[in-house]
Each structure stands twice: as C-alpha cells, then as structure tokens.
C-alpha cells in the first residue's frame, strides 16, 4: 500500500530545509556536552598486540579492550552506574589474557574512602581482576599500587604503606611481604620476578628498597638524607637505576622555585646493593627536577642507555645518557615541551607528544634513544596524546581530540589514517558540529608580560553588539588549556563549560596565566607568584582589561570563574577588583595560602615574614575591597583544598554584606567524581552568570 506523507510533515521539512544550517545543529545543551565518553590510561599489552584504556561515560567508567586483527574496542567490566567509583592503575598479566586495575580512590588522612553518592554500605579502594574472554570481575584485595609478577602468579600491592602479596587463585589471601616504617610506592618486580624494587616514603627523605622474593630479606640502596624515586629495572635484571633530589627544607609549593641542588641519576649493581652517580644535572636551570608524563621518570632504553626529562636550556627535553655514566645527549632539541613519553617495545626509539610548532596545541613524535631528528608523527589541528605501539610493533595507538571532536582512542596501523578504536560511542546528541572553534590570543598583563589564551566568540554575534565576558582559569597551577578538549578529564570538562557559556551567547576568555606549564620554565617559575606575592595577578587584570576592549563585550558586564587554583584567582579578581569583575564562580578556590599549604605540608611552619607575605598573597587579606556578589562551590571531602577555605571565606563575605550563594557537595572530592556533580556544578554557574550579567541573547 502506497504510504503518503502528511502536508504538515512536508511542510516542516520545507521550513527546516530553508533555516540556516546553525540553526539545524543539534542544540547545545550540558547534557550532551558532558555526554562523550572520555578515555584515559591507554596501554599496549606486553604480547599479542593489544591494547586497553578506561572509558568514563556519563560518569560509568569501564576498562575496554581492543584486539588484533580488528582492533575493535569492547568493554570487559561491566559497570552501570554514576557511582563515583574510580578506575585507575590499569595493568596487564603477561600473557596478556588478564587485566588488573584498581576501584575506588585512596583514603584521606581520617582514613575515608571517597563515597561521593553518600552510600551508607560505604566505599572501598580494591584490586581487581577481569579476563578478556568475557568472565566477570574478580576482587582480589583491599588496596593499591599494583606491581605484577614477570612470573604471572600474583601481584604485589600497597595497603596502608605495607607491601603485600596476592596469589592469582580462586579465593586470594594476601600475605604480607614488607612491613617496615614509612610508607611503599612505585613497586617494580626485576624482569625474572626474583626481587621487588620500592620507594619508601620517610617524610622528609626516601630510600630504595630491594625485596628479595625467595629469601624474604630487604636491602636500601645507597639510603642517604636526600629523596630517592623512580626505580627502573636494566632488560637483563642486573642494575637498578633510580633519580635521586638532594635534601631541602625550604618550602617550594604554591612559590616560583627555577633552582635548587641539583638532583641526579644513580645505578645499583642489583647483586651487591653498590650504587654510583652515573648523572648529575647542572646547576642552574634544570637544576630542580620537573616530571614528565610516564609511567616512571628514568626509562631504559637500548644501547644501555637512560632516558629521562630535563629542563637544562630552559624547555622541558628529552636526553639519554649511558648507564654506565657520561655526557647527555639532546634527543628533543627546540622551544616546546615534551609531556607523555614511553618507549617502543624494541626500546629502539621513544614515542612522546609535545607543543613543537604549534604551542598551544599537542602533537605525537617519535625519536630514537641515541639521537637523530625527531620525526613527527602526527601534524594539524587536533590534539594528540599518550602513545603507545603495540608489542608486535605493527601498529601506533594515542588518544585525539580537536576542537570540537571529543577525545578518542584510535589506531594507525600499515601507513593507514588513524581510524577509532570505539566507534559509534560518541552519542548522537554529543552537538560537534554546533561548537565553536577558540582562537588563540595573546595579550599583555598589567606588569607587560605577554601572557597566552583562548577566545571563544559565540555564533552569530552581529556587528556593533555587546555580550557579557566570562573569564576562565584553570588549575595546578602547572597546567595549560589547549585549543580544543583536553586530555585531562577535568579541563575536558572545564572546556565544554566554555562552550556552553560561548553557545548561551557569552564571549569567552581561557586564560595560560604565568605559573602554567606550555611556555617554557622561566613562564613556569616567574616571580612572586602564588604563596609569595600572587604575580598572577597582573594576568588576571591584563586578561580582563583586554576582554573589556573587545568590540563584542559590554565593559560592564564582565565575570569570571575557575576551580582549584583558578578558584584562587577568580577570588583575587573579586577581591581586588570588583569595579572590574561584576561577578565570579569560584569553584574550591584556596583563598588564605597558609592554610592551603598545609593541607599538603601538615608541619609547614613558615617564619612570620613569611606567613605574613603568604597571607597577603591571598584572597582573605583583601575582603574590604570585595563588592561583587560570587558563587561559592566546594565537596565537603576536598582532599586537595581544604573545605574550611570556603567556610572561612564566606564568613568573611557575610560580615561585610558581600552577596554570597553557595553550591555544596557532600561527599564529593576535588575532581568530581559523579557525572551528576558536574553537572549540578555548570547548570548553577551559567545560571548565576545569566542572573547576574544579565542572559545575552545567543
């Protein structure tokens, strides 16, 4: 039977065929923005060419694999819940059938567990285990920081700073192998599994311990007062190389620290505990150590080669030298900086991502241990992270994203287009093509620094119109926003909220105020910031007073927001300069820096200069200037940001009649663990936003 289409169903199809296609685009809304499934943790298997990653969708996060020939990524945990329960430390047998990983966060110092959905069974932070042939998961004991066995009997895990031992059985009864003072980190069997290497935090100094498996005996390694890390095993079993900082008692967070003693490189003989400086950075720049992203900060590549980060000429590089001790080759030569960085599986080369020619963007390379040109890998306008090559060395995988697509795990793999490794996760009311593309902008602080950002201009914006102007700022401080979504979950999510803000009709300023990694160390450690005389005010200003230039925005209609340390600045912009900033979100914001150090630092203990000095660095040392109404938001269980800053500090506002709402989370962590929160958090603050600059027509 011959179906006909009903008149007023043509007709709506006429009418939308005439629209502009903005106006066809899927409507932006939090939901969808928040909707994309965000992958992390990207990991090769040590056999068999595969590869496994970590997926938060909506909050659910679940450990997915993707498998030669097809390369088609599945999950094999099957969580279903916005539960709040992390999944981290990601880690595969050796025969690459199983996977390990760890459930929950890690207590705070009451010994509570985050349990952000106020479940009264509680939490707990666990081990687990899940095959790849579709069997469930497998709990297999309370704690953390895994180690697995070469042998691929068992691991070894951290509970409460003890070492234990979990066979792979049935029904797992953990043993206990190292209890001894201080507390275990950064576990790393020997390639023959015979002894175990560990990290053993002592406060103001470590030491390397060597756990002998047969014997049950322990040995330190060269112990000193100084702080060693990073234990790497030689291929053959028989060194041990580690990273040793001098000591120091002076107090370097949150204050510009270019140098210091400098730290080095030492090697163990493995058989006799002997350990020598095979290694020492200069004094100067690249004096203090500055991590890369890695799974440990010394590899060990080829040619006996070491391969770590240094800052030698001002940019955080790559350089190898022998293990046996000489002169550091260059392997990354120019103005940018490396950040994730691994080895091949022949450890023949190294594969890293980094912001060489295109600064405000992230690009994979690959170089080879002795030296050479780097050889770029991927170019354009995407982002690209964390790569890994697959055992059989025939295929490339990294995580991407762009300005408006979604992060992603794909795969390169015979020369071919990187193509995704879960297609058809992104969902359909995801609105790419509605977003927005920021523009990178420099501009001058109010001291002539020439600080970096990112502009988002809403759609459709006519000339001669004014919109209000939203400031944003990150956190860290050490981080940069990209020209697109981040490959960290929390500014992925910092980014879609100033998407939303630019589709809702604000214009929008992302600002890489000094103190941010991207821009070169001497950027990274500038003057008189944070604890010590909050230089990053002058960005704060120079960022507002240039969106006030702008054409499109009203002068008087300009806020501001930002979680963490961004909450910091947001705060210091309200302080202390309301006539310039009409309102702001601040979102666990530290506001007395005596109080927020010693959230880090129990014993911190400053002299009365400076005590004074931090304090006036901080937002409560200027409340009599603060006039602009704020919104506050903070979890009650912040283990990052003391919750009694926002307390403190909305007391402060109250006595001075200074309009103050408040967003509160019980339960909730620094980086929100619930899809939920994050969502609670951005519908208020674009409400507040729009009752307070006044709704820009969009």
């Known amino acids: 039977m011959r179906r006909v289409r009903p008149r007023f169903a043509l007709a709506a199809v006429l009418l939308l065929a005439g629209l502009p296609l903005a106006a066809q685009q899927t409507a932006i809304t939090l939901e969808g923005l928040l909707s994309a499934p965000f992958p992390a943790e990207l990991l090769a298997s040590p056999a068999g060419g595969k590869l496994a990653w970590i997926q938060n969708a909506k909050g659910v996060r679940n450990v997915w694999v993707a498998e030669p020939p097809e390369y088609r990524g599945r999950p094999v945990t099957r969580y279903t819940a916005d539960d709040g329960q992390s999944i981290g430390g990601l880690e595969w047998t050796p025969d690459a059938k199983t996977l390990i990983y760890v459930r929950g966060g890690g207590a705070n110092r009451q010994g509570d567990v985050p ?384 998407q939303y803000l630019a589709s809702r009709g604000y214009v929008v300023l992302s600002v890489n105020y000094r103190a941010g990694t991207g821009y070169g160390l001497a950027y990274r450690e500038a003057p008189n910031q944070g604890a010590s005389g909050a230089s990053e005010f002058n960005d704060v200003m120079g960022a507002g007073l240039f969106l006030r230039s702008r054409p499109e925005v009203d002068p008087g209609r300009i806020g501001l927001w930002g979680g963490s340390y961004g909450g910091y600045l947001t705060a210091l912009g309200l302080a202390r300069a309301s006539n310039l900033f009409a309102a702001g979100v601040d979102i666990h914001g530290v506001h007395n820096w005596n109080v927020g150090i010693r959230t880090f630092i129990p014993d911190y203990d400053p002299q009365p200069d400076e005590e004074r000095l931090a304090f006036q660095s901080s937002p409560m040392a200027w409340l009599a200037g603060w006039r602009s109404p704020v919104l506050v938001i903070h979890g009650d269980d912040d283990r990052n940001v003391s919750f009694s800053e926002t307390v403190d500090l909305v007391e402060g506002l109250r006595e001075r009649n200074v309009e103050v709402e408040q967003l509160i989370l019980p339960d909730e962590i620094h980086s929100f663990l619930r899809y939920a929160s994050w969502l609670s958090v951005f519908r208020a603050s674009a409400e507040f936003f729009d009752r307070r600059l006044g709704r820009p027509r969009s």
């Open 115 to 498: 349990n952000p959905t106020s479940d009264p069974a509680g939490a707990e932070q666990a081990l687990w285990r899940v095959p790849l042939d579709g069997g469930e998961s497998v709990r297999i004991a309370e704690g953390s920081g895994v180690a697995v066995s070469p042998r691929g009997d068992g691991i070894a895990l951290v509970k409460g700073g003890e070492i234990l031992w979990a066979p792979f059985a049935d029904k797992p009864v953990p043993v206990r192998w190292v209890q001894v003072r201080g507390s275990a980190r950064q576990l790393r069997f020997s390639p023959d599994g015979s002894k175990l290497a560990f990290v053993s935090s002592r406060g103001d100094h470590s030491f390397i311990g060597l756990y002998d498996v047969a014997a049950k005996t322990l040995r330190w390694i060269d112990p000193s007062v100084d702080t060693d890390n990073d234990p790497v095993w030689s291929p053959d079993g028989s060194r041990l190389a580690f990273r040793r900082t001098p000591a120091s008692t002076k107090v370097t967070l949150f204050h510009p620290n270019p140098s210091a003693q400098p730290w080095s490189i030492l090697v163990a003989e493995a058989a006799t505990g002997q350990a020598k400086t095979v290694w020492r950075a200069e004094p100067g720049s690249g004096s203090v150590f500055y991590a890369m992203v890695a799974a440990n900060q010394l590899l060990w590549g080829a040619e006996d080669r070491l391969i770590f980060p240094w800052e030698r000429d001002g940019w955080l590089h790559l350089y190898s030298v022998p293990a046996a001790g000489g002169k550091a080759t260059l392997l990354t030569p120019g103005d940018f900086e490396v950040e994730s960085v691994g080895l091949t599986p022949d450890r023949r080369q190294v594969l890293f991502n980094s912001n060489q020619d295109d600064i405000d963007r992230r690009h994979v390379w690959r170089v080879d241990v002795t030296g050479g040109r780097p050889v770029a890998l991927t170019r354009g306008t995407g982002i690209e992270w964390q790569p890994v090559m697959t055992s059989d060395g025939k295929a490339l995988a990294y995580l991407r994203s762009g300005a408006r697509r979604p992060a992603q795990a794909v795969l390169e793999a015979g020369g071919g287009e990187a193509r995704e490794l879960a297609p058809g996760t992104v969902p359909s009311e995801f609105p790419e093509s509605a977003l927005v593309e920021p523009q990178a902008v420099t501009f001058s602080a109010a001291d002539g620094l020439r600080v970096h950002g990112q502009l988002f201009l809403p759609p459709g914006i006519k000339k001669g119109e004014r919109r209000p102007g939203v400031l944003f700022f990150h956190g860290g401080s050490h981080r940069q926003m990209l020209l697109g979504w981040h490959y960290s979950g929390y500014y992925s999510n910092a980014y879609a909220m100033n």
